[in-house]
């Protein structure tokens, strides 16, 4: 994956993408901060 500042949205808050089909991507080096950050549904931090 690469992360870019000019890839940050909304659904993609880190700006991470696949390298090979380009998709967005939540990694493990930040998924702690996008948990924290509360945008993650309540349902899926059970």
């Given at each position: 994956?690469?992360?870019s500042?000019?890839?940050v949205t909304e659904?993609?808050?880190?700006?991470?993408?696949?390298?090979f089909c380009?998709?967005?991507?939540?990694?493990?080096?930040?998924?702690?901060?996008y948990i924290r950050?509360g945008?993650v549904?309540?349902d899926f931090?059970?």
């Amino acid at each position: 994956y690469r992360t870019s500042t000019f890839d940050v949205t909304e659904q993609n808050p880190f700006g991470a993408k696949c390298i090979f089909c380009k998709s967005t991507m939540i990694t493990f080096d930040n998924v702690g901060l996008y948990i924290r950050s509360g945008q993650v549904p309540p349902d899926f931090r059970k």
